[in-house]
């Protein structure tokens, strides 16, 4: 007798100890049991007197939940310079695998966030992500959050892999665009407790100089339309 | 190989019994507690112990219970406090409770750790570290769950360069002083130390003024701290491997990965012939970094800053990917098939017809056991010549006959184990801290056992730091010097165990071989070759010298050929006596070779004329892992694997055989593959397609029997060179581990910790040139100009420069190697 034939018989004599299947439900009397073919139609009949709740998507776009886990953000500081630092953890504790981050150094030259270290490449991975949001708790800068965008399909694989400028949080208001340098006498550890409110006029000079055509610029703004200052693909 | 394998038993030892946790154990006296520990099982946190560094009771993380029978009747009585497990030994009925068993323990530990968290930045988000920190884990797992400390931490300006390599963030430090006793006790590089006291107690670097640099001051910029200068180290990227916090971290992997993203590979590192263990790990197809695997009959814990940090050269632009052939003058991109047909098409053309001219082969010295022998029998089968030669560099018949006698197919000869512990050892054209990447740190590591007699133009700070003494030689004098060695020195080569090491370099010596053998026979010491590339010795056990086939067999003895061609397969091989490197670009230049077969050879390594070779020879096949020189002037080249990416064994200059396996997976192919695929279009199955073939064919040859080896070389050593003139002086050059080697390229981290080039004389010969500050070096081919160090002790007439440093390549400057008379000008 081969292996499988073997397996076979074990479960066949298996199945035959087991009890027959008792149903916990209520027993129905003898009219329910007689109705109970046509009890379907109960249902569809209750229903056409209750209001519709189809939504008329894509027509009408109905706001989720304000706590909705739609796609992820990369945030900024107010003075522009980005939140994330590289440092992984959110590709750590991810259990789906969707996220792959290569860190770098700043340099005076390509200051992109305070402090050392940055995130060069920052990929999220929509054909993996599950939305279960353990890397926006993972973020120890607080700089991952999650939009309540949830319109998360599309055509192509590699268009659904999110680049870090896809990810990346929108200008706003006073905001300058990174690289630049920091505000001139603080530390990360400043701009972690909140204490920089905006850009100052040292790092406006020194975005002026080193890209006169940057449209987050005061002098530049609103002159232009602003093109791929991040939030998502429109 | 065991470790076993290198002493015939174990001593019978004293042993000691005690309990630890409640459980027995028996070791050797003198054990410590925490290693005792391990090997029951219990694991005690630790940050300063370290087992190959001395206790040093640093860090206080491992602090357990301790009793011991005291007192006449032997009664158990306890410590009144922890003890340091690392620090104390055990004894006969010692009672230890770890943390495990002891509460007292337990808290002791909890509250150091609690004090080195105090002042440690909570950084790990941007710490290389993270992720396999030994203090992040033990504070997991020995540690309070909350802090209890709100001050303000201590903070330093981070990161201080040591050099441009290691970078230190002093605030991660937990002063447990790993690094400073590996460079002192280890590598001999006192450049970083305890500095101040209480919580402003940091590591730094010493006063220059304090050290003598003497011209072995790093390239690259370093910043200076409160007292010092810069850490210049060829082993200084072990303090980073063996840093428990992220303190010390190397600029070159700084913020590029986590330990969770990298795939580790075991392999053997490729830059010398030692055949250190490391471990690739690689992140997409991208090494990002290297470091030591433990190898206790070979590297130990250690390796060399080449050996850790040198690997972006494969993978830089000039990678070459697809076979080229040259159309109309270019190198375009073809199929293999193609680029195959043409190469073979190429060099029977050349070898075939009414003018044909022979072919040659160049293999270089970094290929594997697998890739040389296939060069060889590429070349004695197919194109019908014993022109191969795996030597780039100075080589000599004399040599040649040598390694046919005494090195090749004789297996393990002298090991790492016996180097250590020969208690005299003669270093003849071998520096070990330049050339010999970690036996130098093996040789180190006997420091007052043992006497080391530097053989060589002046005693170099490698050969300082092993406390050698220097017996003078003019570079291509050795041989003469050997033969009248002072007496001391040969009565110290006669005690048992003795070693005379011969470098790459003894081959520029006429007579040194010889001089040497005689010295050994009549000293009872034995002879140890120690080449620098990684890829020599394979290439003599494989045959892939003019004179050698496999296994020692001399080309020479008919009946050594007829063995290899019966076990070949074929009628007869060649016996035309070969040509080496030198004599095959000379006779290419000359127009008497048609076809050239080049391995990964750089051309600013060989001192003939081989832009003159490569454009004389009717056609160049190159195989190359990137667009090197010579590939630029071939006609046909074939891309092939660079170590990480094949499989394959390296032989190390023990015997030793250190195979690894493809660490990275593409579709790269070995040279011993390509050269497969290459003999098919003459029809011939060479059977190198694997390496499991090729170790086949070589166990099933074998080694070479007495009558079929090469009788060793009878060179009379020179008559005294003539003392050079005015304004002339003898070239004496080495390779400096860190310079400007194919293999280092596209690391510049790595480059600054190289040393500054510098030309070196003696007073004497210096004050010749008057008030000079640089020294012009000149041959008739080119110049080096290079700032002038006069050296004590050196010998009169000579100067030294770096073959291959930055504004220093000699061989393709000067044309000259070692023992030439060169020109010299001062500068002011
Ligand atoms: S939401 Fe969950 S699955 Fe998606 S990226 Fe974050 S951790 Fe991964
Ligand atoms: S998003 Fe947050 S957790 Fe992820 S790398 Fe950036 S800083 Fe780290
Ligand atoms: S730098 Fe690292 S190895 Fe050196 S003392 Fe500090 S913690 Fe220890
Ligand atoms: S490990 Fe024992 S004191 Fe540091």
Same mark, same amino acid.
């Given at each position: ?14 199945d ?30 209750r ?5 519709t ?182 | ?7 015939p038993a ?6 000691v019994?005690?309990?630890?946790d409640?459980?027995e ?60 497990s ?67 931490k ?25 690094c ?65 916090v ?9 913020f590029?990965?986590?330990?969770f ?38 590297n ?51 070898t ?22 296939a ?84 005693l170099?700070r ?7 003494t ?38 520029e ?60 397969? =074929?009628d $007869?091989?060649?016996? %035309?006596? #070969?040509?080496?490197? /030198?004599?095959?670009?000379? @006779? +290419? &230049? ?66 030793r ?21 290459l003999?098919?279009?003459?029809g ?9 073939? =090729?170790? $086949?064919?070589?166990? %099933?040859? #074998?080694?070479?029997? /007495?009558?079929?080896?090469? @009788? +060793? &070389? ?19 050059t ?85 023992? $030439?008379?060169?020109s010299?000008? #001062?500068?002011?």
């Amino acid at each position: 007798m081969s292996g499988s034939d073997e397996v076979w018989k074990v479960n066949r004599e298996r199945d035959a100890q087991r009890e027959t299947f008792e149903s916990n439900l209520p027993k129905k009397g003898p009219i329910g049991e007689a109705l109970a073919p046509v009890a379907g139609f109960g249902v569809s009949l209750r229903n056409f007197f209750r209001p519709t709740v189809t939504e008329q998507y894509p027509k009408v776009k109905v706001p989720t939940m304000p706590r909705y886990h739609g796609r992820h953000q990369l945030n900024r500081h107010p003075d522009g310079l980005e939140k994330c630092i590289g440092c992984e953890l959110c590709a750590w504790a991810c259990p789906a695998d969707a996220i792959y981050v290569e860190a770098d150094s700043n340099t005076p030259d390509h200051q992109v966030s305070p402090g050392e270290r940055y995130g060069r490449v920052y990929q999220i991975n929509y054909l993996r992500c599950i939305f279960c949001g353990l890397c926006i708790e993972a973020c120890p800068t607080r700089a991952l959050t999650m939009t309540n965008e949830y319109e998360l399909a599309g055509p192509t694989r590699e268009g659904l892999i999110y680049e870090k400028q896809d990810l990346l949080a929108p200008m706003g208001e006073n905001m300058l665009a990174a690289p630049h340098p920091m505000v001139p006498g603080t530390t990360d550890g400043s701009y972690y407790r909140q204490e920089v409110d905006g850009p100052v006029e040292e790092q406006v000079a020194w975005v002026r100089e080193h890209r006169p055509d940057d449209p987050t610029l005061p002098e530049n703004r609103g002159a232009t339309t602003v093109e791929n200052q991040g939030g998502g693909r429109a | 190989m065991t470790a076993t394998a290198d002493k015939p038993a174990a001593e019978v030892v004293d042993t000691v019994t005690l309990t630890i946790d409640g459980t027995e154990v028996t070791v050797p006296k003198g054990t410590l507690i925490i290693r005792a520990a391990e090997q029951v099982g219990i694991e005690i946190p630790r940050f300063c112990d370290h087992p190959a560094l001395k206790p040093a009771g640093a860090c206080r993380q491992c602090l357990v219970d301790v009793a011991s029978p005291a007192g006449p009747e032997g009664k158990l009585r306890a410590f009144p406090k922890p003890q340091a497990s690392c620090t104390m030994t055990v004894t006969e009925g010692m009672v230890v409770n770890t943390q495990h068993t002891s509460e007292e323990a337990d808290r002791a530990q909890k509250g150091v750790m609690e004090l080195l968290l105090i002042n440690h930045p909570l950084d790990c988000p941007v710490c290389d570290k993270g992720g396999e920190c030994p203090l992040q884990n033990q504070a997991m797992s020995h540690g309070r769950p909350e802090s209890r400390f709100v001050d303000v931490k201590r903070v330093f300006e981070k990161p201080l360069a040591l050099s441009s390599e290691i970078l230190l963030d002093r605030e991660r430090c937990v002063l447990c002083q790993r690094c400073t006793r590996f460079s002192k006790e280890i590598a001999g590089d006192a450049f970083i130390d305890l500095q101040n006291r209480g919580a402003q107690q940091q590591i730094g670097t010493f006063d220059e003024d304090v050290l003598d640099f003497d011209g072995y001051r790093p390239v690259g910029a370093a910043t200076v701290d409160e007292a010092g200068k810069a850490f210049s180290s060829y082993y200084s990227g072990n303090t980073v491997q063996i840093c428990p916090v992220g303190a010390l971290t190397s600029a070159a992997y700084r913020f590029r990965s986590r330990p969770f993203d990298l795939v580790s590979s075991p392999s053997i590192s490729e830059h010398d012939s030692s055949g250190s263990a490391i471990r690739i790990d690689h992140r997409r197809g991208k090494i990002l970094r290297r470091l030591a695997e433990n190898d206790p009959v070979v590297n130990e814990d250690w390796i060399s800053d080449k050996d850790r940090f040198a690997f972006a050269w494969q993978n830089l632009s000039d990678r070459l990917t697809r076979p080229l052939v040259r159309k109309d003058g270019e190198l375009v991109e073809a199929s293999w098939p193609e680029a195959l047909a043409a190469a073979a098409a190429g060099i029977k053309a050349q070898t075939t017809g009414d003018d044909a001219r022979g072919a040659a082969v160049l293999a270089g010295g970094r290929v594997t056991l697998e890739d040389a022998y296939a060069y060889q029998k590429l070349a004695r089968v197919v194109l019908g010549t014993n022109d191969v030669d795996a030597r780039a560099r100075t080589a000599s018949d004399e040599e040649q006959a040598f390694l046919g006698a005494q090195v090749a197919g004789t297996g393990l000869g002298v090991t790492f184990g016996e180097l250590e512990k020969a208690p005299t050892v003669v270093l003849v054209g071998f520096e070990p801290e330049d050339e010999g990447g970690v036996v130098f740190l093996r040789l180190r590591k006997s420091l007052g056992r043992q006497q080391v007699v530097a053989v060589a133009p002046f005693l170099s700070r490698g050969s300082e730091k092993l406390g050698a003494t220097l017996v003078p030689a003019a570079p291509g004098r050795e041989a003469a010097v050997l033969a009248d060695l002072p007496a001391d020195v040969r009565e110290a080569l006669a005690q048992p165990g003795a070693v005379i090491v011969l470098g790459e370099r003894a081959a520029e010596a006429p007579g040194a071989f010889a001089a040497a053998q005689d010295l050994a026979s009549s000293t009872g010491a034995r002879v140890a070759w120690i080449p620098r590339r990684a890829g020599e010795r394979g290439a003599v056990e494989a045959g892939a010298l003019p004179g050698l086939l496999p296994g020692g067999r001399a080309v020479s003895v008919k009946a050594a050929r007829d063995a290899v061609a019966a076990a070949w397969g =074929v009628d $007869a091989l060649p016996s %035309a006596k #070969g040509r080496d490197t /030198a004599g095959i670009v000379k @006779a +290419a &230049a000359e127009g008497t070779i048609g076809a050239l077969v080049v391995g990964g050879v750089s051309a600013s390594d060989l001192t003939g004329d081989v832009a003159a070779a490569l454009e004389s020879a009717g056609f160049v096949v190159s195989l190359e892992v990137r667009r090197s020189e010579i590939a630029e002037a071939a006609d046909v080249v074939l891309p092939v694997a660079p170590p990480s990416e094949k499989p394959g064994t390296f032989v190390n200059w023990e015997g030793r055989l250190r195979a690894f396996a493809t660490a990275i997976r593409t579709d790269a192919m070995s040279d011993h593959r390509v050269l497969d695929l290459l003999a098919r279009e003459w029809g011939v199955e060479l059977g190198t397609g694997t390496v499991e073939a =090729v170790n $086949a064919e070589l166990a %099933a040859l #074998g080694a070479a029997e /007495a009558a079929h080896r090469p @009788a +060793a &070389a009878k060179v009379k050593a020179p008559a005294r060179n003539p003392r050079p003139k005015k304004g002339a002086a003898v070239l004496a050059t080495w390779h400096q581990l860190v310079d400007e080697g194919a293999l280092q390229d596209g690391e510049p981290y790595l480059a600054g910790t190289g040393r500054v080039a510098v030309a070196r004389m003696s007073a004497a010969t210096a004050a010749s040139l008057g008030d000079a500050v640089s020294v012009e070096v000149s041959t008739e081919a080119g110049a080096v100009e290079l700032p002038l160090v006069v050296t004590e002790g050196m010998v009169d007439g000579v100067v030294w420069v770096p073959v291959k440093s930055p504004g220093s390549w000699v061989a393709r400057d000067l044309r000259a190697a070692a023992g $030439a008379v060169v020109s010299v000008k #001062g500068a002011a």
